[in-house]
C-alpha cells in the first residue's frame, strides 16, 4: 500500500504538471487490488497502471522513471525497465542498502520518515494546489501511512501526524484506509 500511495501521488503532480505518467505495477501477483480497484475506476486513472513490459514500449530517452518506496535494484517493479532508463528518481523512506540504485538524477532519501507515502505527501504540499488532489490519491497515500506505521503505533513524528491531518483535509476518511486494511474471513 505505501508504494501504490506514492506512486498515486506522484502521478498526482505529474497530471497536474500536464506529464504523461503511468503507474507500473505487477497486476498478478500484488497485495493492493483492493486500492488499485477502487483507483481505477476514478477517470483521470482509467489507463494510468500497466505492466512493465508495456512501460518499456512507451519510454524513450526523454522519459524518467520514479522509483518510489525502495532504492534497491533488485526490489524495483520490473528491473528490465530500470536498466533501460536514462534519467531516474528515487523517492524512499528505507536505509541505504550497499546495492543502491546508482546513477539517479535526483535522490529524495528520508530514513526518519515513517513511509514513502509521507514524502510524497510533503512534495505534493509544494507542487500542486489542495484543490488539485483527488479524494482517492489523498486516500491511497493515508493507506500507505497507516500500514507502514502500523495505524500510527511505529516509526511515528510530528510530520507524520501532520501529513495525515493534512491529507485528511484533502478528504482522506480514515475508516475507508482501515477498511483496506482488513482481510475477509476466506
Known amino acids: 500500500l505505501d508504494a501504490v500511495g506514492a506512486a498515486v501521488g506522484v502521478f498526482c503532480m505529474c497530471r497536474k504538471l500536464d506529464k504523461k505518467a503511468y503507474i507500473v505495477m505487477d497486476m498478478e501477483v500484488n497485495s493492493s487490488l483492493k486500492l488499485i480497484e477502487e483507483i ?4 483521470e486513472y482509467q489507463n494510468a497502471f500497466i505492466s512493465g513490459q508495456d512501460a518499456l514500449l512507451l519510454c524513450d530517452h526523454l522519459s524518467t522513471l520514479v522509483v518510489v518506496d525502495t532504492n534497491r535494484p533488485d526490489q524495483v517493479e520490473y528491473k528490465s525497465l530500470l536498466e533501460s532508463m536514462n534519467k531516474v528518481c528515487v523517492i524512499d523512506h528505507h536505509r541505504r542498502a ?3 540504485i ?3 538524477v ?3 532519501h528520508e530514513p526518519y520518515a515513517s513511509s514513502a507515502s509521507e514524502l510524497v505527501t510533503e512534495l505534493l504540499q509544494y507542487a500542486v494546489d489542495k484543490s488539485d488532489v483527488l479524494p482517492i490519491e489523498a486516500k491511497s497515500l493515508l493507506a500507505g501511512i497507516f500500514l507502514d506505521t502500523k495505524s500510527f503505533h ?3 513524528g510530528e510530520r507524520t501526524f501532520e501529513t495525515a491531518a493534512y ?3 484533502l478528504g482522506a476518511e480514515p475508516v475507508e484506509v482501515k477498511k ?3 482481510n475477509d474471513f476466506q
Open 40 to 43: 481505477k475506476k476514478v477517470p
Open 98 to 100: 550497499a546495492d543502491y
Open 102 to 104: 546508482e546513477s539517479v
Open 106 to 108: 535526483v535522490n529524495h
Open 154 to 156: 511505529v516509526r511515528t
Open 167 to 169: 491529507l485528511r483535509q
Open 180 to 182: 483496506l486494511l482488513q
